[in-house]
């Protein structure tokens, strides 16, 4: 698992954690913000993502993911470990989202259906 916190991410694999490699650009971290606030958008408004807001935020989101994944390896010590898993969370202060191997990134935390006062 890919696992992103605003600027700091490791890859967690084979029971270790692994810092992501400094080589890796930023790109990936604007990707992952991108798709973040495409979910956010429509959970503000209490609707649906739409079709368009849902193809760009899948697409944002896997090409994050291949930067991460496919950059080939990450440092332990002084062997190198290919990532493997390629499911990511990433997190900021205004929320997130989790993508499995599916590659469809699902709003964290998720959409509050109740409010407190309808209780």
Not at 11 to 27: A, E, T, W
Not at 48 to 74: H, K
Request: glycine share 10%; proline share 8%; hydrophobic share 40%.
């Amino acid at each position: 698992m890919i696992l992103i916190q605003s600027e700091f991410g490791i890859v967690i694999q084979d029971g270790k954690l692994y810092p992501i490699p400094s080589h890796i650009p930023d790109p990936p971290l604007e990707k992952f913000r991108a798709v973040s606030q495409l979910l956010r958008v429509s959970q503000s408004e209490g609707r649906p993502i739409s079709a368009e807001e849902r193809s760009l935020a899948d697409r944002y989101a896997a090409e994050g993911i291949e930067a991460v994944a496919g950059a080939g390896v990450i440092a332990d010590g002084h062997a190198q470990v290919r990532v493997t898993d390629r499911s990511v969370a990433f997190f900021d202060e205004d929320g997130g989202f989790f993508c499995g191997s599916t590659g469809r990134p699902i709003p964290f935390p998720p959409r509050r259906t109740t409010e407190l006062a309808e209780l």
